[in-house]
């Protein structure tokens, strides 16, 4: 199918069925529910899921989104979070019989989950609510990534 709105390869977002759905995830209560609400939808639309941590390190945190490689992560408590959620994401991927990738990127949380929803031709991204006071001065990442205009974004409170 071509037209108007395709990308690469005649591929239409929500038009050639689900291929992929992107969520936020940091370890927060409403990410852990919108991972749930993630799971269930691609359960309901035979899709994948694959669960984004965007990881902000000083000086790359608004400059880009680029994978993390193993050793750049020097936190230990962080290390284990980050370990943690893989083994979530796969496990719960397992548990609903569907195809669930976890992924660390470097970088603001908006430019991660864009540059993977536009990789994986995604059809959604799913974010958790914010509970942070400074996103109502700054915007959330919710907000940010519905300014971007290419994907339904769903906000799980």
């Known amino acids: ?38 799971v269930g ?11 984004v941590y965007a990881d902000r390190l ?16 020097v936190d230990p408590a962080r290390d284990e979070m980050v370990d943690e959620l ?14 669930a990738r976890f992924e660390t990127v470097v970088g603001d949380p908006v430019l991660a989950l864009t540059a993977v929803a536009e990789r994986e031709q995604a059809d959604a991204i799913v974010v958790g609510a914010s509970v942070q ?7 959330s990442v919710a907000m940010r990534v519905v300014k971007v205009g290419r994907w339904p ?3 799980v409170p």
């Open 86 to 99: 893989r083994r979530e994401v796969v496990a719960l991927g397992a548990e609903y019989g569907i195809t």
């Open 153 to 155: 974004v769903t906000v």
């Open 58 to 73: 000083p000086g790359v945190a608004f400059a880009t989104a680029m994978p993390l490689a193993a050793t750049a992560v």
């Open 1 to 38: 199918m071509t037209g108007p709105s395709a990308g690469p390869g005649g591929f239409e977002i929500g038009r050639d069925g689900p291929r992929a759905i992107i969520v936020g995830i940091d370890g927060s209560d409403t990410a852990w529910r919108a991972l749930h609400y993630a």
């Open 133 to 139: 006071a400074g996103h109502k001065l700054f915007g």
């Open 41 to 51: 939808q691609a359960r309901r639309q035979d899709s994948r899921v694959v669960a």
